[in-house]
């Protein structure tokens, strides 16, 4: 491709999109005299812009050539702005009303500051994540220990294994595990998420048409499979299968190729999912929380709430189950469906909840983050009116942490002389117009595959990682933590 120098600005406009992929971005190039702007990220949205300045106006022309010739040939080609549009995004809605049952027994409560959707408790520390973008850390007790600022809402949070992953509505699926918030996984531009899950680097999405897709770790398509019906509020995925819930019911898929095992229809529109080891939850839009067995799609015991039922749990024994309706309450059944209570959350209706410890954590259309203590004495008490004193939790003065792509950097005679040691090398390679990622620090199996922040892949490129650990599995390592180009 021949360089060209002119006095007026060159632009050339390209886009990468893939009917079936996760690839759906643009990249600009406009050469004005000596000073090339590079412009870039994804399709309906502003992008990067970098701008150099080169020793002459054919040089600038000349790198610009170089620079469009590398992406055509990984795909790239030309069109026009505006014609694809920014990916469509659907915020789940909830008309919540006031509960009129008895308040609940809040521990604690958190205003994350705008209606909030993500919530995972682990050992240590509860997530909540709202619509501004906003991650918070707490410990369970109540205290705020960070902030992560994303660029879009965040729909929900899943763990898989020790990793902490946010999908947002800007088709983003960002790893939480580092300092700073990393892209992992990217959407497919025309799939309009509703709910996310992952299991051991394989990702799950349930879409506004009733659709399921797969990723992989390494950021690739696997099956796309469409339902006849539409919002599908519920994803769960395990070893061996992804389940799948929208209007008309729930299905689970083989994980391998994505064959239905079995589908069962539910009193309602699924609204809501939950999995155990052996089953899976639904909650419907007819106030229902159906219980079915994983293995054939047979229902176990079915809950029956006043309304419609917008997120539900249970303990890991499958003791106890919980559903939280769109008029604040909060109910608990026995597993062979008695009720055993129904409390107001105080802080508007639950759009996700967790069980862990005694405790139910509810993230709500208010944006609170809510510590609820689920033992009978606690619930006893607060039916008879009795109600601990509820502290209200503060996240003034936590730093927001943005999500970035940008990486330290620290030279080679730095890591041979120690001030780089307890990180791993890793390395970008180009295979089949994919970048791979590969540890070669020695004592890694070089044949597996590594999952490495999307952003940060450059061809050619090694790079210091804090932490590459194996998947639960076996299959592939992640890498995470501090990353470091070695220069």
């Not at 899943?158 to 990217?186: F, N, Q, S, T």
């Not at 499958?318 to 597993?335: P, Q």
């Not at 180009?430 to 061809?459: I, S």
């Amino acid at each position: 491709m021949a360089a060209t120098v002119s006095a007026d600005p060159q632009v050339t406009y390209l886009e990468l999109s893939e009917d079936e992929g996760s690839a759906h971005k643009f990249y600009e190039v406009t050469v004005k005299e000596a000073e090339l702007t590079i412009r870039y990220g994804r399709i309906g949205e502003s992008g990067t812009t970098k701008t150099t300045v080169c020793a002459s106006a054919e040089k600038a022309a000349a790198q610009a050539a170089k620079k469009i010739g590398e992406k055509v040939r990984k795909g790239y080609a030309p069109a026009v702005p505006g014609v694809r549009q920014r990916r469509s995004v659907t915020r789940r809605q909830i008309t919540s009303s006031r509960s009129t049952a008895h308040q609940a027994p809040l521990l604690w409560r958190f205003r994350s500051g705008s209606p909030a959707f993500g919530v995972y408790v682990g050992e240590e520390h509860a997530w909540v994540g709202n619509e501004k973008g906003d991650v918070y850390t707490l410990t369970t007790d109540g205290q705020v220990t960070g902030r992560f600022g994303l660029p879009d809402g965040v729909k929900c949070i899943v763990a898989d294994d020790w990793w902490i992953y946010a999908g947002c509505d800007d088709g983003k699926v960002y790893d939480l595990g580092g300092k700073v918030p990393r892209v992992a996984y990217e959407i497919a531009q025309d799939v309009d998420i509703y709910w996310l899950d992952i299991h051991d680097g394989v990702l799950g999405v349930a879409d506004e048409r009733g659709g399921l897709t797969t990723v992989d770790h390494e950021d690739e398509f696997q099956w796309r499979r469409s339902a006849q019906g539409s919002s599908g509020w519920m994803v769960r995925c395990d070893a061996d299968s992804v389940y799948h819930g929208w209007s008309a019911g729930v299905a689970r898929y083989a994980k391998r190729g994505g064959d239905q095992l079995w589908h069962t229809r539910t009193k309602g529109q699924v609204l809501f999912g939950w999995q155990e080891k052996d089953e899976v939850f639904a909650g419907t839009s007819q106030g229902w929380v159906h219980r079915l067995r994983k293995a054939d799609g047979s229902e176990a015991a079915a809950y029956k709430c006043d309304a419609a039922v917008f997120s539900c749990a249970a303990s890991p024994d499958g003791e106890f189950v919980f559903a939280g309706d769109n008029h604040s309450s909060v109910y608990c059944f026995a597993a062979d469906g008695t009720r055993l209570w129904k409390l107001g959350t105080g802080c508007g209706s639950a759009y996700s909840m967790q069980y862990r410890d005694g405790r139910l954590y509810l993230v709500t259309t208010d944006g609170s983050l809510a510590c609820l203590d689920a033992s009978q004495g606690a619930v006893r008490a607060a039916e008879q009116g009795t109600l601990p004193a509820t502290a209200e939790v503060s996240g003034a003065g936590v730093e927001r942490v943005a999500a970035g792509a940008e990486l330290e950097t620290v030279s080679a005679g730095a890591v041979a002389a120690g001030t780089g040691a307890g990180g791993i090398e890793v390395e970008c390679v180009a295979e089949g117009g994919r970048l791979r990622v590969r540890v070669v620090t020695p004592g890694y199996d070089a044949a597996l595959r590594v999952q490495f922040p999307k952003d940060v892949r450059v061809a050619g490129a090694r790079y210091l990682v804090a932490e590459v650990r194996r998947s639960e599995s076996g299959g592939f390592y992640r890498a995470r933590g501090e990353i470091k180009r070695l220069l």
